[in-house]
């Protein structure tokens, strides 16, 4: 997805892999990334170009291209990656693979079936509220929010959190290229097993579930809560009891 108009020769890829991407079932993740992207833009969730999402599907990683428009996204444009090998098998002409690549992948290792990056303002905002309150390393907390039940219990649990449950959401800090947040994601995941989130400095979040409705409804419940608590630091009321 080039920001101008092709000329005749770009973008031609051989059909066997246009094969990969393009499909008339709209829950093909090719269609999928592109549908959801435009929704997440509507969100204000990848303004810039910056943010997106990647999904696996069996052996096969389907990621958008690096600095493009999301909400413009064609399934043509989308990359494909074997998941064994890390190999791309699908490779659009003069475009870069998301620079969220590795850290897409980082969740996939996990477990995960589809993997959003936002940067949504509320995200931020709370990022900046847990650094004033608990210095440079921590986590943003709160409970007893109803829609704190949008979130899954943790990996290899079944249900959601309950109402009761303190939802606990890490945050890493930021690096001045995307890819090396990687290692703190990843430490991230390792120290808080039951996330489905990693909140990034200043930067946005890191959403991941078992497949993209729940990535999905995960990623707007927390968006959600974080609005929530930004105007509830703002009212200068507590996130949690204690
Ligand atoms: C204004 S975007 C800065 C880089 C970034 O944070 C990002 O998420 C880039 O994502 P992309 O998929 O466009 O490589
Ligand atoms: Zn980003």
């Known amino acids: 997805m080039a920001s101008e108009p092709p000329k005749p020769a770009e973008n031609l890829i051989p059909s066997d892999s246009n094969a990969l ?3 008339t079932n709209p829950l093909h993740p090719a269609n999928l990334i592109c549908e959801l992207c435009r929704g997440f833009y509507n969100l204000g969730w990848v303004t810039g170009t910056g943010g997106g999402t990647s999904i696996r599907h069996h052996e096969h990683i389907y990621l958008a291209p690096s ?5 413009r996204l064609q399934p043509t444009d989308l990359f494909v990656m074997d998941y064994a090998t890390r190999s791309y098998i699908r490779t659009p002409t003069a475009l ?7 850290l897409f992948l980082a969740a996939f290792d996990k477990g995960a079936g589809c993997c959003i990056h936002t940067h949504s303002q509320w995200a931020v905002l709370v990022t900046l509220l847990v650094e004033k309150a608990s210095g440079k390393e921590g986590c943003f907390e709160i409970e ?6 949008g979130i899954a219990r943790g990996r290899g649990k ?3 959190l309950g109402y009761f449950d303190r939802l606990v959401v890490p945050v890493i800090e930021n690096t001045a290229h995307e890819e090396d947040l990687t290692e703190s994601l990843e430490a991230a995941m390792e120290k808080y097993p039951d996330t489905y989130a990693v909140l990034v400095r200043r930067h946005g ?3 991941w579930g078992d ?4 990535a999905k409804t995960m990623c707007e419940s927390l968006d959600y809560i974080f609005q929530l608590a930004v105007e ?5 009321l507590p996130w949690t009891a204690s």
């Open 232 to 236: 509830m630091h703002k009212l200068g």
């Open 67 to 71: 600095g493009v428009q999301k909400e």
């Open 144 to 149: 007893m929010l109803e829609q704190i039940k």
């Open 158 to 160: 079944t249900g959601s």
């Open 211 to 214: 497949n993209w409705h729940k």
């Open 21 to 23: 991407v393009q499909s």
């Open 96 to 102: 870069k693979p998301s620079q969220c690549t590795p």
């Open 205 to 207: 979040v890191y959403v």
